[in-house]
Structures are given as structure tokens and as C-alpha cells.
């Protein structure tokens, strides 16, 4: 039994797009969370059992996975035969880890610098945001997909945020292209339908068609 700990449009729904690619059948229970854009929005849901009251959270028969990193790369890894991820010991799984880490490690605080201004002000910043912007372009240019032809679950990983920081993120066809493409792909409509915002303590199983 997999159990998905998630409230709407947050980091989580990207877990909700993954599983929906998976094919897998997961439990998804909706939490509140206490904390949303830096804002004080409530209490924290008890009943998710992340250490920091935040989601994602994965419970897979008793073991508890939290960093959407982690499991991206845990849940690719159980369900080989999707073709999401890439097995140790290949060619793939250097670019894949690669990938993965460097969505929540470099492109989501870029993005963050980018929203707050200080990649605006900051010369430092304003290289690491580049540096990422540049980084995501010269991989699309060969595309389609941040690994080449093959979908992963690294995509997943780089077009959720796509998804919500466009804005923050340069003009670019190539940018634009992408971003159409993965909104395109039937496990994202579906995760999006899904990703409505729900209330507390509602359970749906998420299973893909
Ligand atoms: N590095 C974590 C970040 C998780 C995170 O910050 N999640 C936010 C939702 S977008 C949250 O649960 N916030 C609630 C809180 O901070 O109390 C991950 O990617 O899984």
C-alpha cells in the first residue's frame, strides 16, 4: 500500500502528476498544511506524518519517504517497467540523479530569487539564476525531454515547476514548447483535475486510467 500525504497546489500535486504517469494505484490523503508561500495558514494536519508537518510525504508499507527528490526517484525506481527513471548501473542513471537533484537544488531557488527580486539585486544570485536558466535551455535545445527523446520522471520534476513560475523564467519558444508539451500529456490533465482543492481529510485513490 502506498499512501500519498498532499494538499492541493502545492509541492505535492507533482507527486499526484507522478503516480498519474506511473499507473500506479496510491492513496492520497489531503492535509492542511500550516505554512503556504511563506504565509501562516493554519495548523499542521496531525495525521501526516512528516517530521516537518509539510508535504510531499510517502508511506510505503511502514517506511516514510519525504523531499520530493527522494520520492521521484523512490517511487521511478519501485515501478521500473513505466520507464520513468533508469537503473543503477546505466548510462541514464548518472543524468537522471542529475536532473532530479538539480530541480529542487538549483532550480527552484533560482526561481525563488527570481520571484523575491533578489536575483534582481544580487549579482551572486542573479549568476545562479541564470546559470539554471541557461542550464534547463541548452538541454531543451536538444529536447525533446531534459534526458532526449525518453520522458522521465526528472520532467516531472522541472515541468511542475515550470508549471507555476513561467513568469519567472525568461521569453523563450524553446521554454514555452516544453511547457506545452508536458501539458499536454494525458497523466498531467488528469493529476490536474485531481489537484483541485479539496478539504481536509479526504481520501480519493488515485489510480491511472
Ligand atoms: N524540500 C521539500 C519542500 C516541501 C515543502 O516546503 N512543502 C510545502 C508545500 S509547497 C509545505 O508543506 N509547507 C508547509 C509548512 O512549511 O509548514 C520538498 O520538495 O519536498
Redesign the pocket.
Known amino acids: 500500500m502506498i499512501t500519498l500525504f498532499h494538499?492541493p497546489q502545492?509541492?505535492?500535486s507533482r507527486m499526484v502528476w507522478l503516480i498519474e504517469e506511473l499507473g500506479i494505484d496510491c492513496e492520497v490523503r489531503y492535509c492542511q498544511?500550516?505554512?503556504?508561500n511563506g504565509q501562516a495558514v493554519g495548523e499542521?494536519d496531525p495525521a501526516n506524518p512528516?517530521p516537518?508537518?509539510?508535504?510531499?510525504a510517502l508511506l510505503h508499507e511502514g517506511a516514510l519517504i519525504?523531499?520530493?527528490?527522494a520520492?521521484a526517484l523512490y517511487l521511478a525506481d519501485l515501478f521500473p517497467e513505466a520507464d520513468l527513471g533508469a537503473s543503477v548501473g546505466t548510462a541514464e542513471r548518472g543524468p537522471l540523479l542529475t536532473w532530479i537533484c538539480w530541480a529542487?537544488g538549483e532550480l527552484?531557488p533560482a526561481i525563488w530569487s527570481k520571484m523575491t527580486g533578489e536575483a534582481d539585486r544580487d549579482p551572486l544570485a542573479k549568476a545562479r539564476y541564470q546559470a539554471a536558466v541557461d542550464r534547463l535551455l541548452e538541454a531543451l535545445w536538444v529536447g525533446p525531454y531534459l534526458m532526449g527523446e525518453r520522458f522521465t520522471a526528472a520532467d516531472v520534476m522541472v515541468g511542475s515547476s515550470l508549471a507555476w513560475a513561467r513568469l519567472f523564467l525568461p521569453e523563450s519558444p524553446l521554454l514555452d514548447a516544453y511547457a506545452d508539451r508536458l501539458a499536454r500529456r494525458p497523466a498531467r490533465i488528469r493529476a490536474d483535475a485531481k489537484d483541485s482543492d479539496k478539504g481536509m481529510s479526504q481520501t480519493d485513490e488515485v489510480q491511472a486510467a
Open positions: 494538499a502545492s509541492r505535492s498544511i500550516a505554512v503556504r499542521a512528516h516537518d508537518g509539510k508535504v510531499p519525504t523531499e520530493s527528490a520520492i529542487v527552484e
